[in-house]
Every structure is written in C-alpha cells, then in structure tokens.
C-alpha cells in the first residue's frame, strides 16, 4: 500500500537515516563504547573528533568549514560577554541561512536539493547549540571559564547523535556529564541498547502505519475533503495530526536519546503524549526544531 508523501519531514529523514545517518550513528555508538571502555578520559575529544569527520563525510569540506566558522564567530562574539550581542550574532548567523546569492552558492557545492536542505537543517540546528553555549559563557563568572573553552565548544556542537535534528540539550549539563568519569559496564549497556531499540522499532511501525493508513497529511492538502468534512470529522483529524507529530518525533528524538544514554548522558524528556496534556504550552517547547525547519522551507 502506498504511503501519504505529504509528510516532507518524516520521508525525509527516514531516507536520510536508511542511506547513511542511522550508519554513521552506529559508528559513534562504536566510538563512544571503545573509549568509555579504554580511554574514559578522553571520550569527549574522540567523539569530537569522530563528530567532525562524519560533519565532513556527510556535508563535505564547505559544509564543514561553514559550520566550524558559525562556531568560530559565536565564540569570539562571547568573549564580549553581551547577552544582547550573542543574540544579535545568532540572528544575524541565521539570516544568512535566506540570502539569496548565498543560497545559490551553497546549491552549487551539492548535487541534489536533499544534500543542500540537510546543510541548511544542521546549520540552523547548530545555531542554536551556539547560542547555548555563547549565552553560558556571558552569564558564568571567571572563575567557570575554564570550563568554556574553544576546544568543549567544538566537542558540543560537533556531537553527532543531536547533530543534525535535536534533541537540544544545554552546555552546561552537556559539558558536566561529559566530563563525569564513572563505572561502565557493557552488559548494562547492552540491555539498555536492546531495550531501546525494541521501543523505537515499535514507535517506527506504529508511525509507518499511520502514515499508511490515514493519509492524514494529504486530506490537509486538498480543499474539497475538508470542505464537506463536519467539524467532528475536522476535530478527528486535528487530533490524528498531532497524534502523528508525537509518534514521530518519539522517534526522530528517540535514536539519539537512547545514543545519550549510552554515552553515559540523560538525555532530555521525550515529548509527551498530546491527549494527556491539558495545556500547550510545553508543547511549543518541544516543536521549536520543527518550526524552524518550516522556516528554511518556506
């Protein structure tokens, strides 16, 4: 049965993932296992360094260079310790995301339009790991500035399970639980892993069936559907649509939590489920990726 290709996100992603994401994620999950296990005090800098190769392999030495050059300006920018200022550069670093003539030169460096919106999609994405860390570094005291460093920066921004899509997850609780040594056991690991991916390929089906069954995204395109629907009808398919954006992204959020915790991390809650909510304002929390996404698409 054909799928609804009316969900961009969802195909996209999912093509990305089967062709070399889900590839290079297993990579850092062999990276970060072999160090926990051998060199637990240097794991931040390997998974930099694995970080930044699977940047270049992905998106090329001028996707690479634009990025580390996006974070080589937050910094210097940080070093004024201005909030304002750090806001402004961030603004400014994510404008130029829409510039036309830099639009049309970033084209030319790819051979397809999907190699193009992944750079756009992982640029904005590190925008605001740079803002993160830009904005700590204003409001921490000299004493704390050891720990802000150029070198943890690149560590964060080029951690490659929130590379590409999120989950956000701030310095400071990046760079403390980084830096925390503690005792690995590989079994404990593995049932984590196990358990983890048997959720996730679970969450996975449960997405594919709705996206094949429900179709719900393409009535939302064609007018004449929703003209005739009753309001009861439209509210069901309100509430389909943003049953649909929580499996999704229990999913889309779920792979690299589950790499965070085998990093030894906490990774960041999962969105919750919409039925049990009573108000939306965590939601919007949860969806700032996806609105931003809507932006560079538009």
Known sequence: MPQDPMDFEWSYWIEWGRERILWLLAGHLLVSQVSRLLVEKYKPWCLMVYGMAACW????????????????????????????????????????????????????WYDTENEYYLLLFTVSVRCLFCTSFSLEYCWHGP????????????????YYPTFHNGPLMNFDEFSKQMGRQEA????????????????????????????????????????????????????????AQVLFFYVKYLVLYGVPALLLQMDGLKPPALPRCVSLMHSFTKMWRLVIIAFQMLYIYM
């Open 57 to 108: 392999l992905l998106l090329g030495i001028k996707g690479f260079a634009v990025i580390l050059l996006h974070a080589t300006i937050s910094f210097a920018v940080a070093q004024f310790q201005l909030s304002l200022l750090t806001w402004l550069c961030s603004l400014i670093l994510l404008s130029t995301l829409r510039i036309p003539a830099v639009e049309e030169a970033k084209r030319k």
């Open 143 to 158: 004493a704390q500035k050891s720990s802000h460093s150029f070198l943890w920066m690149l560590a964060y921004v080029f």
């Open 184 to 239: 690995f056991s590989l079994k404990t690991n593995l049932s984590i892993l196990i358990v983890g991916i048997i959720r996730i390929f679970f969450w996975w089906c449960l997405a594919e069936l709705m996206i094949h069954l429900m179709y719900i995204h393409a009535l939302y395109s064609s007018a004449p559907p929703l003209e005739a629907a009753s309001y009861w009808a439209l509210g069901g398919l309100a509430l």
